[in-house]
C-alpha cells in the first residue's frame, strides 16, 4: 500500500471537525528491535526441536518392534513437544511479522489526539486523547529517525507487579518534529 492510500485510510478515521497536523510512517528497516526476541526463541526453538527429534528417535531404531509402553511414549512425547516447536517457529517469525505490519501502518497527529491505522487484512486503528496520555520518551537516531512512547496508564497484575502501558510510534523520521508537534498540541488544547 502506498504512502497516498494509507494516508486517505487514516483521514477516514478523523472525527468531525478534528485536523491533521502531522502524518508518518514507521520505516520497517529500523524495526531492529523486534530481533531481540531471537535471543530466547533460537534457543527455545533448537532445544524443542533436539527433543522433538529424541521423542521421535525410538520409531527410527532397529532394535525390533517397540513394546507397549515404549510404543505409547513414543506418541506422547512428540505429541508433548510438538506445541514447544510451534511456539518457537512463532517467536522467530515475529519481527518478520513486525515488519509487515509496519509496512501498511501510518501514525497521524491531531489537534485532539495521536493514532494510528494499520491496513493489512484487515484495518485496525488505535488512538489517544491529549486527556489520557501521560509522561512522553523520545529515542532518536543520528538520521533522526526513532519512537516516541507515550505513557498511558498502569495496572497492577494478580501478582501485585506494576506494569506501564505505552502507546508506541516506532522507527518515524524526524522523530523530534512529532515531539515538538505533540507536546505544542497539548499545551494549545491544555490553555483552550
Do not use: C
Not at 523520521?173 to 505544542?184: I, S
Amino acid at each position: 500500500m502506498n504512502d497516498f492510500e494509507l494516508e486517505a485510510v487514516l483521514r477516514r478515521e478523523l472525527l468531525p471537525g478534528e485536523r491533521l497536523a502531522w502524518t508518518g510512517r514507521p520505516d520497517p528497516q529500523r524495526m531492529k528491535a523486534a530481533f531481540g526476541i531471537w535471543f530466547f526463541a533460537i534457543p527455545w526453538t533448537v532445544f524443542a526441536l533436539f527433543w522433538e527429534t529424541m521423542a521421535l528417535s525410538m520409531w527410527f531404531a532397529k532394535d525390533g518392534p517397540p513394546d507397549g509402553i515404549t510404543m505409547l511414549i513414543g506418541v506422547i512425547f512428540p505429541l508433548f513437544g510438538l506445541p514447544f516447536v510451534l511456539t518457537g517457529f512463532w517467536m522467530l517469525a515475529t519481527p518478520f511479522r513486525a515488519r509487515k505490519q509496519a509496512s501498511v501502518s501510518i501514525y497521524g497527529l491531531t489537534d485532539r489526539r495521536i493514532l494510528k491505522v494499520t491496513a493489512g487484512r484487515k484495518r485496525e486503528s488505535a488512538s489517544v486523547l491529549f486527556s489520557q496520555m501521560g509522561p512522553i520518551n523520545v529515542t532518536a537516531d543520528a538520521q533522526g529517525y526513532g519512537t516516541l512512547r507515550i505513557e498511558t496508564g498502569t495496572h497492577i497484575d494478580s501478582d501485585g507487579d506494576r506494569h506501564v502501558l505505552r502507546f508506541e510510534v516506532p522507527a518515524v523520521p524526524n522523530v523530534a518534529r512529532l515531539e515538538e508537534l505533540l507536546l505544542r498540541a497539548r499545551t494549545d488544547k491544555a490553555a483552550g
